[in-house]
């Protein structure tokens, strides 16, 4: 099958990349806001296959159909995304222009095609506020910020195309808290700017790259005050993908978590435990659209497609600091 990756050279879609082109040829687009072609090679070399890939923007409806056209994709798996909150309240416009611009131009080229597999990087982000673990039918609607409110429209812009294309197969995959690496060391969360997900920056807090790691709150209703998150590996999450393309059927909606919660206290120590190395941190105040809680029930992952997450939250730690310390190298 030819399985075309929309952001394919970012964290995510490169780590899917790695395990679909087992069995799959493998397209990517990627506009490189946010990544280089330096993952392209990595992806080749870990595999040892080829990957064809194009630089360019998703909103560029031509070149798409191109695309498209010239590669007999059967499946898209739609990754690319600007995906900061803190950027998305501040450039409001930039981050709906990209989110849902290039999900309609790409939704539209795909029936101009005729591609009938589509597979959605969606997030937690989606649901509302919860101390308990939230399953697919949880109230969703979170709109704290734009970036929160591209993954809901995008959703609902789904829902709405799968009603009257009854013969499209949608898949939506709600991502919790992706981190970790590939255990080659050479690919992993590498944003081009300066990161703003907990991990890249705990390892940076170790390297001594930068001085501290901001704690984002001590005051939340948790058992040491911390946030709570669902962290899963990306190796995991990247299996998840190719039973959900493998079991396509319908409109389908999963989460991918491990269902187990980490305060940010608990990640910190964890990772000097695993690696033997210090993370220099301090509490500072919460920060902004930020819930106490998100964890998820991952059931139905489990017993529609038969998925679970195996790696543990050592194992993620390990591969987060092998990765950083190879970059260095
Ligand atoms: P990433 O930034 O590493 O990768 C996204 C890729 O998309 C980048 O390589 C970027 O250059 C590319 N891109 C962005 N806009 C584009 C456009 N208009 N045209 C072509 N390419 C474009 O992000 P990621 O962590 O790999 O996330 C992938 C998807 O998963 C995103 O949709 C994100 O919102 C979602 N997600 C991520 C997380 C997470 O914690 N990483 C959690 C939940 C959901
Ligand atoms: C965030 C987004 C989510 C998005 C995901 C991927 C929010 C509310 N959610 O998830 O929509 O899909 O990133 O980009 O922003 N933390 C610190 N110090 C730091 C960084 C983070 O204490 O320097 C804490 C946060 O407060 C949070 C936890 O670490 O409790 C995880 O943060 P992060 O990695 O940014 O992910 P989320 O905020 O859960």
Redesign the pocket.
Request: glycine share 8%; hydrophobic share 45%; charged share 15%.
């Given at each position: 099958m030819a399985i075309l990756i929309t952001g394919g050279a970012g964290y995510i879609g490169s780590h899917v990349a790695i395990n679909l082109l087992q069995d799959n040829e493998v397209v990517i687009v990627d506009n490189l806001s946010n990544s280089d072609t330096s993952i392209i090679e990595k992806i080749q070399k870990i595999t040892n296959k080829p990957v064809k890939f194009y630089k360019a923007d998703i909103r560029d409806k031509n070149k798409l159909k191109e695309i498209l056209e010239t590669n007999n994709i059967e499946t898209i798996l739609h990754c690319a995304a600007l995906?900061?909150?803190e950027e998305s309240i501040e450039k409001p416009l930039e981050y709906y222009d990209n989110n849902i611009g290039g999900i309609i131009t790409l939704l539209q080229v795909m029936q101009e095609v005729g591609v009938k597999n589509f597979i959605f990087s969606s997030?937690?982000?989606v649901y509302s506020e919860s101390l308990e673990p939230v399953n697919e039918e949880s109230k969703i609607g979170n709109s704290s910020n734009p970036?929160?409110v591209t993954k809901v429209m995008t959703e609902e812009i789904l829902k709405d195309l799968a009603r009257v294309n009854p013969d499209l197969n949608i898949t939506i995959l709600r991502y919790f808290?992706p981190i970790g690496a590939h255990e080659s060391g050479l690919l992993g969360d590498n944003p081009k700017f300066v990161p703003?997900?907990?991990?890249p920056?705990v390892a940076k807090a170790a390297s001594g790259e930068i001085d501290s790691?901001?704690?984002?709150?001590d005051d939340y209703p948790t058992r040491d005050g911390t946030?709570i998150?669902d962290y899963i590996h990306i190796m995991d999450l990247s299996d998840g993908h190719i039973l959900a393309i493998n079991n396509m059927n319908g409109f389908k909606i999963y989460n991918f978590g491990t269902g187990t919660g980490s305060t940010?206290l608990e990640v910190i120590k964890e990772f000097e435990k695993a690696n033997n190395v210090k993370v220099p941190y301090k509490i500072v105040g919460r920060?902004k659209?930020?819930?106490p809680v998100?964890v998820c029930d991952a059931t139905k992952a489990q017993e529609e497609l038969g998925w679970k997450a195996k790696k543990t939250l050592t194992q993620m730690c390990k591969d987060t600091w092998n990765f950083e310390k190879s970059k260095q190298n």
């Open positions: 995906k900061s909150v997030s937690a982000t970036y929160a808290n703003t997900n907990l991990l920056l790691l901001n704690v984002f709150g946030a998150r940010v920060r659209g930020d819930f998100s």
